[in-house]
């Protein structure tokens, strides 16, 4: 058995990078608009100015997710109610008109729940992303860059984890080797943690771990398959 290849060397994306926005869409949400209506608006122009309000909201059917911190979480649309009324000129303001803004923003960001990912994908150009709590990892064969958030990513998982380059697991390294005294079946546990990773299953691997009941053996495999996010 081969150990792991040479680290690929790190190269740190700006926030704000153009081919990262002409691909997965601005970081930043568009402002918010005027906040003075008339008492003549309509529901169209409510649920308009209402959605520059609100974070990047995506629907699909009548299932609402919101774009917070790196990931694409459930929601209830219910919560945006009191919103929608106070936007509202308050001669004409009623429930009915309400929920019939918000039904415009459901109806108009909706999207298919397929295009949503877990904690990781493959881009168009077949690079892997993980999406780790200090941004998004794109690696290819020689090389890892590191990306800030973007909504257009659509993950909804993210690992607890954050990358930071140069750190060195070293108390982990120490205690596997403890765990696992063969250098070859350390190796192999980290491949397959490694595995784990990638957002497909076309190498159909499993790795069986044995050994006394209460081990350390145990307790990493529990922590490697809790470690990735998991899809709504």
Known sequence: ??????????????????KLKEEYGDAKHEPEQGSVLDEYATEQQLAAILKAKLPPIRCVGE????????????????????????????KK????KANNVLSHI??????SGEEFYSFCRFDKYGEILINCASGVLRLSHNNLTVLPHQEGFM???????AYRQGVQA???KQILLQT?????????FELFAGYLLFPDCRFETDLVCYGPGGSLVQDFARLAAKAPGRAP
């Not at 993950?155 to 984890?161: E, I, V």
């Not at 696992?180 to 350390?186: A, F, I, K, R, Y």
Request: a negative charge; glycine letters at 6%.
């Open 63 to 90: 299932q609402w997710f919101v774009y917070e911190n790196g990931t694409w979480k459930k929601t209830n649309r219910d919560i945006y109610k009191s919103r929608a009324l106070s936007i509202q000129h308050p």
């Open 93 to 96: 303001r009623t429930a009915r």
């Open 170 to 172: 070293n108390m982990f």
């Open 1 to 18: 058995m081969t150990g792991p290849g040479p680290i690929p060397q790190v190269k740190q994306e700006p926030p704000c990078n153009e």
């Open 106 to 111: 459901e109806y108009e960001q909706q999207t």
């Open 180 to 188: 696992l005294p063969d250098p070859e079946d350390g190796q192999l």
């Open 155 to 161: 993950f909804t998982g993210q690992l607890a984890a």
